[in-house]
C-alpha cells in the first residue's frame, strides 16, 4: 500500500514541475507493483488549487482532478477517525495541517508515503518507525 502526497501528484500532472519526471516513475512503479494508494480526501481540493495557482487554468486543474478520480483509490474521507489521529502528529512532528492527514493515513494503512516535501519525509521517516 501506499499513499501519495499532493506534492507528487502536482509533479505528475505538471510537465514543467521539476520533480514531473520522478513523479512519473512513481505512479509507474506503483502501477507495475499494483500497489493501492490510499489518500485523506483532501488530496483532491490541495492537487486543483496548486495545479491552478501554477498554471492559471481551470481546466487543466478540473482534468487532473478528474483524471485522480477515475482512479482505483483508496479514499479516506472519515474525519472523526482521522482528525485526532492528525491532529496528534502534526503536534509532534510540526508538520502542517494538511501533511498531517497523508501522514494519518500512512499510519492507518502502514503505507509508505510518497513526498517530495522534506519535512513531511522527515516526520514519516520518525512516524514509521512507531509501527
Same mark, same amino acid.
Given at each position: 500500500?501506499?499513499?501519495?502526497?499532493?506534492?507528487?501528484?502536482?509533479?505528475?500532472?505538471?510537465?514543467?514541475?521539476?520533480?514531473?519526471?520522478?513523479?512519473?516513475?512513481?505512479?509507474?512503479?506503483?502501477?507495475?507493483?499494483?500497489?493501492?494508494?490510499?489518500?485523506?480526501?483532501?488530496?483532491?481540493?490541495?492537487?486543483?488549487? %496548486? *495545479? &491552478?495557482?501554477?498554471?492559471?487554468?481551470?481546466?487543466?486543474?478540473?482534468? $487532473? !482532478?478528474?483524471?485522480?478520480?477515475?482512479?482505483? =483509490?483508496?479514499?479516506?474521507?472519515?474525519?472523526?477517525?482521522?482528525?485526532?489521529?492528525?491532529?496528534?502528529? %502534526? *503536534? &509532534?512532528?510540526?508538520?502542517?495541517?494538511?501533511?498531517?492527514?497523508?501522514? $494519518? !493515513?500512512?499510519?492507518?494503512?502502514?503505507?509508505? =508515503?510518497?513526498?517530495?516535501?522534506?519535512?513531511?519525509?522527515?516526520?514519516?521517516?520518525?512516524?514509521?518507525?512507531?509501527?
Amino acid at each position: 500500500m501506499a499513499v501519495v502526497d499532493a506534492s507528487v501528484w502536482v509533479a505528475r500532472f505538471s510537465k514543467s514541475d521539476k520533480f514531473h519526471e520522478q513523479a512519473k516513475n512513481i505512479f509507474e512503479s506503483l502501477d507495475l507493483n499494483e500497489d493501492v494508494i490510499s489518500l485523506p480526501v483532501i488530496v483532491f481540493t490541495e492537487v486543483a488549487g %496548486a *495545479i &491552478k495557482r501554477t498554471t492559471d487554468d481551470n481546466g487543466i486543474a478540473s482534468a $487532473a !482532478v478528474y483524471e485522480m478520480k477515475e482512479m482505483e =483509490l483508496e479514499v479516506m474521507a472519515n474525519f472523526d477517525k482521522l482528525e485526532p489521529i492528525a491532529t496528534d502528529i %502534526a *503536534i &509532534k512532528y510540526s508538520v502542517r495541517g494538511a501533511d498531517a492527514y497523508y501522514l $494519518a !493515513v500512512a499510519k492507518l494503512t502502514r503505507s509508505k =508515503l510518497y513526498t517530495f516535501d522534506r519535512q513531511q519525509e522527515e516526520a514519516f521517516e520518525a512516524l514509521s518507525k512507531t509501527w
